[in-house]
């Protein structure tokens, strides 16, 4: 069974930094794009950022770019996203996503991002 | 930044009505376009790919179609289970995606 397992999500003053993690299981991580959704309380999807199977693409939203960056390691089957300089809007639940788009895609469960001194 | 505009934000409709929701894209993305459904609490399930593909084990009632610049998921007929919030994305531009604003859909 495909899974993907965020972590890192927590509590963060503004201007701080956190890392979140998500962990793959069930396919072979190294063939799939891997992308990072978010959502604040209550409002709608944003997509956040995307990265290739090889690492040799990756995007980022406007409202992140130059503040977080996604990596990956093929080899522990895990996506990351670092995210610097935190602000109060950053808040909100992040998904790491398979396959972003695709009827083959895969969602994780998510984990909350909150900003706030 | 291709931009997508999805309308209506929020409808009011019962069991058993026809259901129309729209995406509109700032520029062709031929069919690159998917639609989610999102009930409380949970992640997006994919109910449309490619612009017209049913994703498996979907009820046949869901039905999208365009290509280009515009975009419809249409529900047949409105089941109880279909009271959720819709989005569509577009992954034309890769590695730069767009969501819709998404739609919440309620019971009249």
């Known amino acids: 069974e495909e899974q993907l397992v965020e972590s890192g999500g927590g509590l963060v003053q503004p201007g701080r930094s956190l890392t979140l993690s998500c962990a793959a299981s069930?396919?072979?991580?190294?063939?799939?794009?891997m992308h990072w959704v978010r959502q604040a309380p209550g409002k709608g999807l944003e997509w956040v950022s995307s990265l290739s199977y090889n690492s040799g693409r990756k995007g980022y939203a406007d409202s992140v770019k130059g503040r977080f960056t996604i990596s990956r390691d093929n080899a522990k089957k895990t996506v990351y996203l670092q995210m610097n300089s935190l602000r109060p809007e950053d808040t909100a639940f992040y998904y790491c996503?398979?396959?972003?788009?695709?009827?083959?895609?895969?969602w994780g469960q998510g984990t909350l991002v909150a900003v706030s001194s | 930044d291709i931009q997508m505009t999805q309308s209506p934000s929020s409808l009011s409709a019962s069991v058993g009505d026809r259901v129309t929701i729209t995406c509109r894209a700032s520029q062709g993305i031929r069919d690159d376009l998917t639609w989610y459904q999102q009930k409380p609490g949970k992640a997006p399930k994919c109910l449309i790919y490619?612009?017209?593909n049913l994703q498996g084990g979907v009820p046949s009632r869901f039905s999208g179609s365009g290509s280009g610049t515009e975009f419809t998921l249409t529900i047949s007929s409105l089941q109880p289970e279909d009271f959720a919030t819709y989005y569509c994305l577009q992954h034309n531009t890769y590695p730069q995606l767009t969501f819709g604003g998404g739609t919440k859909v309620e019971i009249k």
């Open positions: 069930g396919f072979t991580f190294e063939n799939f794009a």
């Open positions: 490619a612009a017209t």
């Open positions: 996503v398979k396959a972003l788009g695709f009827n083959y895609g895969q």
